[in-house]
């Protein structure tokens, strides 16, 4: 589990993405989160995309996790984005009032993308790439950052 | 919420089969959501129920763990005249909750949490019933509707 843990997060040009497990351990997502403030740490991105289009139960402490991540990445200068709830959590998310309001939104990758600031230019290219590399991006992420980074790959 | 333990739901239900989980441990707390979701989908909820049930599933196996330290989910696959539903039990022997009231309300949490499990657990199902008292320790009852 740790393996495919650590792998949850690559990063996308400057920005990582993080993508957490569908059905984690309370210890996994922990240690998800530790990872991100790492990475954060050691490379600067300008934002960070939580991508959670695999998570189908989001309870309060999920919920407490994620927002709490997008308000470190935050204190240490970064921006974050929630990307990919289902439609299913994000109705019951409602119901049990843990909205995540003080946290940005995006309906997918590439709008989070837009809205981090990757120029539409660059953000084409995500774009073309992310119809082929949308299943592998979690964790193949240093050949998607390689054909994305300015240069790489072209 | 009654004081004797029976289930406050006035329906008379049939059970067609039953199983349970001890949840002591983080590991037992995905195990449960599995299991509760895998009944769920076999009863044939759907997807957005199946996600309502399997979140309240999350809190109550959580709240065990966290301050019963062990206990035991109940899940039974209930029949009541045509309606079919799942029924999930959450019994342990901990301290016992000493503000139920204020637990329903959200207004009391003693780890720091949101305070909010067990009130947006109840808004999830369609009947809810919670027993507790420092001798016997906690039971909850849910239970949700096709
Ligand atoms: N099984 C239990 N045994 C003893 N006390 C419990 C039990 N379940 C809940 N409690 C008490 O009830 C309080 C409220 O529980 P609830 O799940 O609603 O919120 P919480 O666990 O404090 O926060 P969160 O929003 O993260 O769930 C807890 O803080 C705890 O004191
Ligand atoms: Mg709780």
Known sequence: MTASESAAVTQVYDVLIAAFPGRPTDQAVDNLQQEVLNQMNETDPRGVILDISEVTTLDSFFARVISETAGMVELMGGRAIVVGMRPSVAITAAELGFGLDSVDTARSTDHALLMLGVTVEDADDVAAESESEAATTHDDGDRSGSALSPGGGR | ?146
């Open chain 2, 1 to 146: 919420m009654s004081e004797d333990g029976k289930t406050s739901d006035a329906v008379d239900a049939q059970v067609l089969r039953s199983g349970t989980i001890r949840v002591r441990s983080e590991d037992d707390i995905l195990r449960a959501r599995q299991e509760a979701r895998a009944v769920a989908e076999e009863i044939g909820f759907s997807t957005t129920d199946v996600t309502r049930i399997v979140t309240g599933v999350s809190e109550l196996a959580r709240n065990m763990h966290l301050y019963a330290e062990d206990g035991i989910m109940t899940w039974r696959e209930i029949e009541a005249g045509r309606d079919s539903g799942i029924e999930l039990v959450f019994d342990d022997e901990g301290p016992g909750i000493d503000d139920i009231q204020g637990v329903l309300r959200a207004e009391h949490s003693t780890s720091g949490g949101m305070g909010r499990g067990i009130q947006g657990t109840k808004k999830l199902m369609d009947a809810f019933d919670l027993t507790s008292n420092a001798e016997d320790g906690t039971t909850i009852t849910v239970r949700k509707w096709q």
